[in-house]
């Protein structure tokens, strides 16, 4: 049901400042539809000495959203973004526009849309840096909300690209943080866009974040996700096995090139996670005895296996040349399976023998 009520000073201003006739006996969203329409909002953007007028004119009719019903807020928002999102031609003045209804609005699901809308355009029209001003701890809005599992993750992910363009890295990797945290956390999650998931893989595997992989892992684990290259890439990544790996690196060249992936340093993520996983048996390895469980020709490569997993964050560990070894004196991740790691633990001993040092298994894998 529609309510007429009187808008007060708000419509007569706007009125004025639009020099159009005053609406009588209208509900508030009449009275914006009547003045606000899209060719006079169109005029005013194309003008740009008109800008200032535009900001105005918003500014009144976005104060009138309180006194709109929830359908006549969401028809609103509809004639928002479709405005603001014509075309790209003074870009920043429509950001305004959607960025100031998005805060005069308080349904969640409403303004999830108009944030959705308003982060593709400013991505598109290259003004991340006027996102980022305009709403800042989005990120903690969007994980407060009750949205559906892919919305929020959608909506997160799109907030960390506007990090990543703005240069500030740390927030966007903090954002995808949150993301799969939310994910995690969320027992009512049972599916997963596999187009959102890839997105997520990919940005740890491009950016060697690999300490993301517990969440991560968590995450795919328990939703249900259309196949996807990525999530088969993942797999092969913590599984150990460099023949399928390799097979699947060969195979699949145009995949590594539309997410900008790099075959070796994906052959170094899963070297490093064998690394980690096969130290925790025993904290003193014998150089020699990685060479073929990390598939290896010489223990040049081994030690900067080694370097490699330190700098990823996975291990702390000091070689002793001398003695040919490394000592492994701490480790933050491993991902192997209990099946891989047992593969993993024998092909180790028996490099071990062959060398003629054997050391005492110590510990086992919890599984």
Request: aromatic share 6%; proline share 2%.
């Amino acid at each position: 049901m529609t309510v007429f009520v009187s808008v007060g000073d708000s419509g007569a201003e706007l009125a004025a400042l639009l020099e159009r006739p005053a609406v009588a006996n209208a509900s508030p969203y009449e009275v914006v539809s009547q003045l606000l329409t899209g060719e006079c909002v169109k005029d005013l953007i194309a003008d740009r000495e008109s800008h200032n007028r535009l900001k105005m004119a918003c500014s009144l009719a976005f104060s009138m959203v309180n006194g709109m019903d929830i359908q006549d807020v969401a028809k609103f928002s509809e004639r928002i973004v479709t405005m603001g999102c014509e075309d790209t031609n003074n870009a920043r003045i429509r950001l305004y526009m959607m960025t100031g209804f998005f805060n005069a609005i308080s349904s969640t699901s409403i303004k999830a849309r108009v944030l959705l809308a308003t982060l593709k355009f400013g991505l598109e029209s290259g003004n991340a840096s006027v996102l980022a001003n305009s709403l800042p701890n989005t990120d903690q809005w969007i994980k407060d909300w009750a949205l559906d599992s892919n919305s929020r993750f959608q909506l997160l992910n799109l907030v960390a690209k506007v990090y990543d363009a703005c240069g500030n890295c740390d927030l966007a990797q903090a954002t995808r943080i949150i993301s799969l945290q939310c994910e995690v956390d969320d027992e009512s999650a049972k599916s997963l866009q596999s187009e959102t998931a890839s997105e997520i893989v990919a940005y740890v595997l491009r950016e060697g974040q690999i300490l993301f992989l517990d969440n991560l892992l968590a995450t795919l684990s328990s939703r249900a996700i259309g196949h996807s290259p990525l999530m088969e890439l993942l797999q092969l990544i913590v599984s150990g096995n460099f023949d399928q790996l390799n097979s699947f690196l060969t195979t699949n060249e145009a995949l590594l090139s539309e997410f900008n992936l790099n075959a070796e340093q994906l052959r170094v993520y899963m070297r490093s996670l064998i690394l980690s996983t096969m130290s925790l048996s025993q904290n003193t390895l014998l150089l020699s005895s990685l060479i073929e469980p990390l598939s290896l020709s010489s223990l040049d490569e081994v030690e900067q296996c080694i370097i490699a997993a330190v700098c990823l964050g996975l291990i702390d560990a000091q070689i002793d040349q001398d003695e040919g070894s490394v000592y492994i004196s701490g480790r933050v991740y491993t991902s192997l399976s209990k099946a891989t790691w047992k593969s993993m633990q024998s092909r180790l001993t028996q490099m071990q023998e062959q060398v003629g040092t054997v050391l005492p298994w110590s510990q086992h894998v919890q599984n």
